[in-house]
């Protein structure tokens, strides 16, 4: 009999039981009821999406186990299956507690049932026994003598670790145990690792009384070893184990360059995120299953480039912010962390060079709230720390956008729209915010653009080429947008692509002065009232105009128009000029004739690539150059560094450190290309800006173009009036022979 089974050890058993299951759901009762305190948020949209996914994801380990990550990817795997499998003798282990008819493993009495157990699930949970122990080894070497600089280095993780490793080698020795001093049929033998250690118990002179001595000690350190994990978890950075299910069950179907509208406006008494319960329940979630690997972080171009923000650190600024609220709930003899103070924002007491309380060798070797933060007063009710207090000015305003932090999250942890709804409280209810993001929507909101001193307007472009006004009976609409009207360098992309839709006979027109700004800087930058204005205005002038398809040069108004208006009922087919080129050449209605015999490297826009998924477009466009040789940056497509103007940062300095567009042009630089290639507007703008800063000879710089720009040159040649890319690379005559005439689009 096992020592649950006859009193007083079972009367043990099942108070231990109560106690500790009881206070593990209260534990997290309590979250749950600070959690739905926040704003809605529908998530339960494409449920078989969702739950397909979790197959993947959860089960598959895929963003877990990425290559580059092989290691931590390995080692967690070991233990997450093993924790899978493992279920299974956890489930047997309990039932058995209380009989050994109710078990798993007595399946009903049933000697196939039995059989199958035997056969099927003994030799796998002995296997992951072993597994399971061989990566928490594999933990904590990289943790003791690795020590990779986007982790986050504390006690909590070597407790976990503890934890997870007591349980397999108490498992193993309790159930070697029971086989040794209670057999009960052959199939025990496929215990392949319990199994031989009973027999040493039997063969070793141990007496009866030492082996039962010894089973009750192993089976109630692995019972308490259990129920002390499971009520740890809440207060654990491994509280992950517990929500990682739902956050990845409920996470963002759409593309992720989506931000959700504010709506009913005229309600509000606050925009955007400053208290608790102004985040969504989801957001909340996300806090909790924040695992510190840190992947986030050695992705993020602010970070990277010295800047105060860590998108690790800001989910650890939300949590201080929410157990602010538990730790009135709950009673704080029984929270193991309500002692400790909330993380703060503050520079960093020993040494920190990032500021914000953020040590730049990956937050302090002692972690969040640990000798890494300076007191900071709350200016919330009752003296509390707000969001803003918690995260801090900069580090909101230090975010591009790029997506970086999202895609390398293994749990789907949603920053930007978080980050995005603490700006919209800066810029809708404080006004505060930098002085050139307040001068640029001034200028939105006085002249319909975000350029000031352009000289400029929006059909400047047109002259000289024969561009027709859209009227409702083309096909396509060419937005040319902002940038691409109203910046001298942006211009000759701007004109590119119309010669090259000219060229293949495409049906489409242009707006010419009715053009208006999508509103995405504004959006950008927190007035989302602002935002609302510019696209209800749009949309309801497209919907005049009959447009149903438009082509668009700017990857921020493709975002904007595809994957944001349809909430405010634009509803268009969008194409970003990449793909609509790439398919005008593969129809063969452009057919390039003229070499372009030098190396190029090509830089994915974030909002185009991580944001939108179109990384193959440009390049085959590129590819199909005559004579051209694509050369690929270390950081590319999913991986790739962002130019730093995301985020309405085209309009916005960067606080800090290094220039994004700096660091991410030595990258482009270090392949020895001889042509940046790109598809934004603004990136174009950002490497001509780097490239001066990282090779101040002229006469050796590289130069930067629009993959337009380079296919205009080898489908049709020079144009007359002149274009940058041609003078750059010595095309001298006045026009190259120009394609056959091609068949109407």
């Known amino acids: 009999m096992l020592p649950s089974q006859l009193p007083p050890g079972n009367y043990i058993y099942w108070a231990s039981l109560v106690i500790f299951l009881g206070f593990a759901a209260y534990s997290i009762g309590i979250k749950v009821s600070v959690f739905s305190r926040g704003r809605g948020d ?86 992951f026994n072993i597994l399971v122990l061989i990566g928490c080894g594999m933990a904590a070497w990289q943790r003791r003598f690795w020590k990779p600089a986007r982790m986050t280095f504390n006690t909590d993780a070597w407790l976990i670790l503890f ?16 086989i040794a001093l209670h057999p009960e049929r052959d199939g025990e033998r496929f215990s392949f690792i319990a199994y031989p250690l009973s027999q040493f118990w039997l063969n070793a002179g141990f007496s009866q009384a030492f082996l039962e001595g010894m089973l009750v000690f192993w089976w ?12 740890y978890l809440p207060y654990s950075k491994h509280s992950h ?21 504010i709506k009913d406006f005229e309600n509000l008494e606050r925009f955007g995120a400053q208290l608790l319960e102004d985040l969504t329940w989801k957001q909340m979630l996300d806090a909790y299953t924040c695992t510190e690997c840190g992947r986030c972080e050695i992705n993020c171009p602010a970070f990277l480039t010295g800047k105060e923000l860590s998108p690790k650190k800001i989910m650890h600024d939300m949590r201080g912010v929410i157990e602010q609220e538990v730790r009135k709930i709950q009673s704080p003899l029984f929270v193991w962390d309500a002692l400790k103070p909330p993380a703060t924002n503050g520079s960093a007491a020993n040494g920190g060079a990032n500021g914000n309380g953020h040590a730049a060798n990956g937050h302090g070797e002692n972690g969040h709230g640990e000798n890494g933060h300076a007191d900071v007063v709350g200016t919330g009710p009752d003296g509390n720390l707000t969001l803003i207090d918690a995260v801090g000015f900069n580090p909101i305003w230090d975010c591009v956008t790029c997506g970086a932090c999202q895609y390398q999250c293994p749990v789907f942890i949603e920053h930007i729209p978080f980050l995005q709804d603490m700006r919209r409280f800066l810029t809708m209810n404080e006004a505060n915010m930098p002085e ?57 992309i701007t ?20 053009e208006l700004c999508t509103g995405d800087p504004a959006r950008r930058l927190g007035n989302e009232y602002l935002f609302q204005e510019q696209a209800k205005s749009l949309i309801e002038v497209l919907n005049a105009k009959g447009v149903e398809k438009i082509i668009t040069n700017c990857p921020h108004c493709f975002n904007t128009m595809q994957n944001e208006y ?133 006469d050796k710089r590289m130069k930067t173009f629009d993959v337009a720009e380079l296919l205009e040159l080898t489908v049709i040649g020079r144009p007359s009036g002149g274009s940058p890319a041609a003078d750059a690379m010595g095309i001298s005559e006045p026009e190259a022979v120009a394609a056959e005439p091609a068949p109407s689009e």
Request: proline share 5%.
């Open 42 to 127: 529908w998530r339960f949209d494409h449920l078989v999406e969702r739950i397909t996914s979790l197959v993947p994801y959860l089960l598959g380990n895929a963003r877990v186990a990425r290559k580059q990550y092989w290691y931590s990817g390995l080692l967690h795997s070991l233990i997450y299956w093993g924790f899978i499998v493992l279920q299974i003798r956890t489930i047997n282990f309990i039932l058995k507690g209380f009989s050994n008819e109710i078990s798993i493993e007595h399946a009903g009495g049933i000697e196939v049932l039995q059989d199958a157990y035997d056969i099927f699930l003994r030799p796998p949970m002995d296997l």
């Open 163 to 178: 934890f997870i490793s007591f349980l397999m080698f108490s498992d193993i020795m309790t159930n070697s145990l029971e």
């Open 220 to 231: 109630y350190a692995h019972l308490y070893d259990f129920l002390t994990f499971l009520c």
């Open 241 to 261: 184990v517990l929500s990682v299910v739902p956050n990845v069950a409920t996470r963002r179907i759409e593309p992720t360059g989506k931000l959700q509208p």
């Open 436 to 492: 050139t993001a307040s001068a640029t929507l001034m200028q939105i909101e006085q002249r319909g653009h975000p350029w000031r001193g352009t000289q400029y307007t929006r059909s400047s472009w047109m002259e000289g080429l024969d561009i027709p006004t859209f009227d409702g009976s083309q096909k396509y609409l060419y937005w040319v947008g902002c940038s691409g009207a109203m910046v001298d360098r942006n211009v000759p």
């Open 495 to 514: 004109r590119a692509v119309a010669r090259l839709l000219t060229e293949a006979g495409v049906s489409y027109g242009c707006l010419g002065e009715e």
């Open 566 to 698: 349809p909430d405010f009922d634009g509803k268009f087919e969008v194409i970003h000029h990449t793909t609509f080129l790439n398919k005008l050449l593969g129809d063969g209605a452009l057919v390039p004739k003229n070499d372009l015999p030098l190396a190029i490297t090509y830089h994915d826009s974030c909002y185009l690539g991580r944001h939108n998924g179109n990384y193959d477009s440009p390049r085959d466009i590129i590819d199909k150059l005559p004579g051209g040789a694509r050369v690929e940056m270390p950081r590319n497509r999913e991986w790739s560094f962002c130019c730093g103007a995301g985020g309405a940062h085209m309009w916005v300095e960067e606080s800090k450190g290094k220039r994004i567009n700096v660091a991410r042009t030595e990258e482009a630089y270090e392949t020895g290309a001889q042509i940046i290639a790109t598809a934004c507007p603004f990136c174009i703008q950002m490497f001509e800006d780097g490239i001066p800063t990282v090779q101040p000879d002229e």
